[in-house]
């Protein structure tokens, strides 16, 4: 993760170009926020101005305004997608690995930022909730009201001699991003549960069965559940599994007959479902702490 976040901060657009006709009238202004790089592009363009562009990242082309009264052309040189005319606030959305070329058309200058967004900090800030058919798919010149007031503020915060802490920045990224992949929260999918009536039903099953074997197979058929619903159903609305509470219950029967009868815990263990006394002895103390001829010995009629 360390290197990860460290490459991100030394990311720097790898775009490559072939542009005739764009003169750049003012200083490029750029800012990098979370790996995110914006450029803050001021160009002339002559009467032919027209270039291709590839970049092996995916980047935002967003238009801020034209002189000229003309329009900016986005293609798809191998004929992939039709030709699309931009107006100020339309915004290109260019997948990585796709060459797109550009034409103006009757403008005389053009404003505009370039937005690269290396895919590990996509997958980093959003992971599984990202869709990737979303970030594979080009999108030539759209208008969005959301994405356009956030672009807006980039532009600004690029342009300003004393700007915000990156936090700012980073924010307005997020808001960006999030609105044009339209992310939206991962569906907590609902826990099973029991009714309240569907658990007193198979407590009171347990309970009068527990000295029984007991399939899961039939305590999910009396609810009309199947299985795997009914066990994590179950360990939601109790807290443990069903063969958890089950011997639970033999041990708090097993408890009352050590204080009320005189039998053997050999014949306690064979007529409460175990194969032997040392079978008892062993699950007796697993769930107690003691054996159950130390319980019986130390008065442990006052817990059953």
């Known amino acids: 993760m360390r290197r990860q976040l460290e490459a991100e901060i030394r990311f720097l657009p790898r775009m490559q170009s072939d542009a005739h006709g764009f003169t750049v009238v003012e200083e490029l202004r750029w800012r990098r926020w979370g790996g995110v790089v914006v450029d803050a592009w001021h160009v002339e363009c002559?009467?032919?101005?027209?270039?291709?562009?590839?970049?092996?990242?995916?980047?935002?082309?967003?238009?801020l305004d034209m002189t000229g009264g003309g329009?900016?052309?986005?293609?798809?040189?191998?004929?992939?997608a039709a030709a699309r005319h931009a107006h100020p606030f339309s915004m290109a959305y260019i997948p990585a690995g796709v060459a797109v070329g550009s034409r103006a058309l009757g403008i005389r200058t053009l404003r505009h930022l370039d937005i690269h967004l290396p895919e590990p900090v996509l997958i980093r800030r959003f992971g599984k909730a990202l869709d990737p058919d979303r970030v594979r798919a080009p999108r030539l010149f759209f208008e969005d009201a959301k994405?356009?007031?956030?672009?807006?503020?980039?532009?600004?915060?690029?342009?300003?001699?004393?700007?915000?802490?990156?936090?700012?920045?980073?924010?307005?990224?997020?808001?960006?991003?999030?609105?044009?992949?339209?992310?939206?929260?991962e569906r907590q999918k609902p826990r099973p549960s029991l009714s309240r009536g569907q658990l007193a039903q198979s407590l009171d099953y347990i309970d009068a069965h527990c000295f029984e074997p007991i399939r899961l197979h039939d305590l999910a058929a009396q609810l009309g559940l199947s299985e795997t619903y009914f066990s994590h159903a179950f360990k939601a609305s109790t807290g443990i599994p069903p063969s958890r509470w089950q011997m639970e219950a033999r041990i708090r029967k097993i408890k009352a007959l050590l204080c009320s009868e005189n039998a053997t815990l050999?014949?306690?263990?064979v007529s409460t479902g175990f194969s032997d006394q040392a079978h008892l002895t062993r699950t007796f103390k697993r769930l107690v702490g003691l054996t159950p001829s130390q319980w019986r010995r130390d008065g442990g009629g006052g817990r059953v």
């Open 71 to 80: 329009s900016f052309e986005l293609s798809d040189p191998t004929g992939g």
């Open 147 to 185: 994405l356009a007031a956030i672009v807006a503020l980039l532009a600004g915060e690029c342009a300003a001699d004393e700007p915000y802490d990156d936090r700012y920045g980073e924010g307005l990224v997020d808001a960006l991003l999030t609105a044009l992949f339209s992310v939206r929260p």
């Open 46 to 63: 002559s009467a032919d101005a027209h270039g291709t562009y590839l970049s092996p990242d995916p980047r935002l082309f967003a238009v």
């Open 266 to 269: 050999a014949e306690i263990a």
